[in-house]
């Protein structure tokens, strides 16, 4: 479990320079992406990461490196439980989280951070000199990762194509795959409160309130994917479920991993509009 913790100012900086310092052509792991994955799926890509590392290393000849790299992921310091690697990827991982969407919220289309970015950092920060021949290596064989618990998710736009039937039928799968989980880990009150933030409307409304925040919530993922589909070449389509994901943190609700793994098959009952 990665903990909120204060940035330090050097990290901080580090990290905000991150998508310069380590830029490449090869497509890696948007922190944005890596979130909305299965937990299973984090521990599998931090091992991933790890292994394309020392075979960076040993491939441009840097043993030794890759030596101090093993100590530095494999040695928990007196008094500790997990090896110092470890910890320091979470900590920077968590630092770049907050930096990424500082940088966002300043400027919709800057270069999203990634965990690589985070990884790199580790490394940098243990005294570990990385290449530009590392670095781009090490990029491009990180973009192979295949999570075993792919996405299911619907693009915002093929949404939108659907009747309100078919929407609503889609929005009810949602909420039965977080009722789902939520039950699964003991939280059925939990459960049952969202399931009333849908359904109950309160006195002098027409509508629920968590289907009143998902449309507005809706209404801004629009702008956002239009400006994506702008981008060149066009930046990854939203998608409904970021929709229903801010729509539960709104109130306060921690949004379950499966939002973005469990609704499969979904076929509209209705032609498109």
Known sequence: MITKIRLGYATTVLLASAAVLFSSAATAMEIQQYDKMATSDHGEYFQFLENVAHRVFIDTGKRDLDEKMYHIFTETP??????LGVTEF??????????????????????????????????????????QEFIREF???????????????????????????????????????VARQMTIQGEKPL?????????ETPAGQKTPVGMSEFR???????????????????????????AMADTLRQNGFEVPNSLYTGVKDFKPTHPPK
């Open 78 to 83: 007196p008094g500790d439980e997990i090896p």
């Open 90 to 131: 979470a900590s920077n991982l968590d630092r770049a989280r907050v930096a990424d969407v500082e940088r966002a919220i300043k400027d919709p289309n800057a270069h999203r951070l990634e965990v690589e970015d985070a990884m790199l950092v580790t490394l940098k920060k243990n005294d570990i000199p990385l290449s």
């Open 216 to 242: 507005k919530f809706l209404a801004v993922e629009r702008l956002d994917d239009a400006r994506q589909a702008a981008k060149t070449p066009p930046g990854p389509r939203v998608w409904v479920e970021d």
């Open 191 to 199: 459960a049952a409160k969202v399931a009333r933030l849908f359904t």
């Open 139 to 177: 990029r491009a064989f990180a973009k192979d990762f295949k999570p075993k618990h792919p996405f299911q998710v619907m693009e915002l736009r093929a949404f939108d194509k659907m009747t309100d039937e078919d929407q609503t039928g889609y929005i009810l799968q949602m909420l039965l795959v």
